[in-house]
């Protein structure tokens, strides 16, 4: 959509509003082969290739077990783990969704954790969990998957190649915070430039500016354009 000056002359550089279009990412990930033991999935790793399945965008990249996102922006990860017992009963088995800030720098933290127990062999069981990252910078900010059990070799995750067992999705939801006060710092200046801030925005346009812009100082360019704009009048 094009912003129209007062005059009735439009303003070509400016064609569309800066504001986030809706899921723009989606991946998902699973092993191929039954893990077993405490340690993080580190290999088997395989992007969902069968029954009509597709992914929108670049898509996740993975090396020995560690995700890179694609793009900064807020993201939805989710991790499904399906196991059984062989050996015996497992008091628990924990699988977790595992991020870092600096690389892994620092190590990995567990972000978000699912829990599930099994009380004899042959049992079959599934955990869940899911975590919301604020992914402001990619080659820092990764993600994995761990898993932990009291019986080490008892509890097996399962993989598949044609089948999601043991797997991962990850949807981007929109962009990061920053990225949205830029957008609208951008979006103020753009109507500032035109003459449609104060004098030509209606109450209600001025009102939604001033309480939707999170960033201050860019509110308070906003009303000190108002200020001057009413002086003159």
């Keep these: 959509m094009s912003i129209i000056k007062p005059n009735n002359n439009t303003l070509s550089a400016i064609t569309a509003l800066p504001f986030n279009a809706g899921i723009t990412m989606a991946d998902q990930w699973r092993i191929t082969a039954d893990h077993s033991g405490v340690a993080d999935i580190t290999a088997n790793w395989e992007r969902a290739d069968s029954d009509g399945f597709n992914y929108i965008g670049t898509g996740m990249s ?136 104060g004098k030509h925005m209606t109450t209600m346009e001025t009102k939604f500016l001033t309480t939707n812009v999170c960033n201050i100082n860019t509110l308070r360019l906003l009303k000190m354009v108002l200020l001057c704009q009413q002086r003159q009048k």
């Design 62 to 197: 993975e090396s020995s077990g560690i995700f890179t996102f694609p793009s900064t922006g807020i993201w939805l990860i989710m991790f499904n783990a399906s196991a059984y017992t062989s050996g015996g009963a497992s008091g628990f088995m924990r699988g977790s969704i595992q991020t870092t800030l600096n690389g892994g720098g620092d190590g990995y933290s567990r972000a978000a954790n699912g829990y599930m127990s099994m009380s004899a062999t042959g049992y079959y069981g599934n955990l869940s969990t899911s975590f919301i990252f604020d992914v402001t910078n990619t080659s820092q900010l990764l993600v994995k998957f761990g898993i932990t059990q009291n019986n080490a070799n008892t509890p097996i995750f399962q993989g598949a190649t044609n089948e999601n067992y043991t797997y991962a999705t990850f949807i981007r939801l929109g962009d990061t915070w920053w990225k949205e006060i830029i957008y609208k710092k951008h979006y103020i200046l753009s109507m500032v430039a035109i003459g449609m801030v």
